[in-house]
């Protein structure tokens, strides 16, 4: 699974690099809708997944690594709402996301490099604070639940 | 070395970003989230998780998919970053806090949605996930009026992105 998980990071820096997505202009043209390329790409990326998606989930597709494919549809809670208004602040403050921060970094931007360690930061802060209240973070459905996946995957 | 464009269109990294989605979920069943990968990178990096979590791995594979499209592209080219803010006249210091600042925003706002402009923006809605739905409407808006602000109350105004539309 180490070996899927670098030839995926691999292949989707690869993609983010060659469409610039690590370039503050081309994420501010499109925040600015001054373009279309970041809606169009994330649009598209969406039409391709979402079917495909539905259609290896309804033939119960039993994955290599991970059993029986299954897609998670969480409710809507606060934490989604407020957590991604701060989110997209930052996003525009900084110009650019975490995955693509690391391309900036790769393409030899330095300050790529201060965007990195303050998601650091900000991630850590935040992932502190859900360790001592205790409380279960519902990771959404970007993030599966991470700890007990590892276990998991890792035993293979 | 320019056997690549400067830059994909979107209508080609588009669909190879879902084909990308769809693949992890084929042979993993976990979604291609950022986000999580830097948590348990710096878990791993701090000795607190007892193994390294196969998301370190895609971490590290980012960067060097990074640096291999931008070699085969334009050309790895050591530079600050961030022309637009400098062209805007603001000062080096002011500019590493604002990248900074809004990292750490970004960072923590990550964590409190679950996910980030891959994990809820691109997996989570491809899952027809209403929390991710949710919170991908919510910062693409906040996004944009942000920067709304920023061009209307900032010398970021005055500046025109360099990119092809």
């Known amino acids: 699974m180490n070996l899927v998980g670098l030839v995926f990071g691999a292949m989707f820096g690869f993609v983010l690099a060659a469409g610039q997505l690590h370039d503050y202009d081309t994420i501010h043209a499109t925040l600015r809708l001054e373009s279309f390329y970041v809606f169009g790409l994330m649009g598209l990326a969406i039409g391709i997944s979402a079917p495909l998606l539905w259609l ?7 994955t290599p690594y991970g ?23 930052g996003w525009s403050i900084a110009g650019t996301c975490p995955a693509p921060a690391l391309a900036m970094l790769a393409s030899g931007a330095s300050y790529g490099a201060i965007a990195v360690v303050g998601l650091f930061i900000g991630l850590m802060v935040r992932d502190q604070q859900l360790e ?11 993030e599966r639940s991470t ?10 | 070395m320019g056997l690549l464009p400067n830059q994909l269109p979107w209508w080609i990294a588009g669909p190879l970003l879902g084909l990308l989605v769809v693949g992890l979920f084929a042979v993993s069943n976990q979604p291609l989230g950022a986000s999580g990968a830097y948590v348990q990178t710096i878990k791993t990096v701090r000795r607190d998780s007892d193994s390294v979590s196969w998301r370190v791995f895609y971490f590290v594979g980012i960067f060097i998919g ?9 050309g790895i080219e050591f530079r ?13 210091p002011f500019i590493m806090i604002v990248v900074l600042l809004g990292a750490i925003v970004m960072g ?3 964590r409190v949605a679950g996910g980030c402009t891959s994990g809820h923006g691109i997996c989570g809605t491809a899952q027809r996930s209403p929390a991710s739905w949710a919170a991908t409407a919510t910062f693409m808006a906040t996004a944009v009026i942000v920067t709304f602000l920023l ?15």
């Open chain 2, 108 to 110: 923590y706002g990550a």
């Open chain 1, 67 to 89: 059993g029986v494919l299954s897609l998670a549809r969480s409710k809507i809670e606060r934490h989604h709402i407020y957590g991604g208004a701060l989110f997209g602040a």
């Open chain 2, 151 to 165: 061009t209307s109350f900032t010398a970021l105004g005055d500046i025109t992105p360099a990119v092809a539309k």
């Open chain 1, 132 to 142: 001592r209240s205790n409380k279960l973070i519902t990771e959404g459905d970007g």
């Open chain 1, 147 to 156: 700890l007990p996946m590892t276990k998991t995957l890792g035993a293979r």
């Open chain 1, 56 to 62: 290896l989930e309804k033939r119960q597709l039993a």
């Open chain 2, 80 to 92: 600050r970053g961030y022309t637009a803010l400098h062209a805007a006249g603001w000062s080096e």
């Open chain 2, 66 to 74: 990074g640096a291999v499209a931008t070699i085969l592209g334009p």
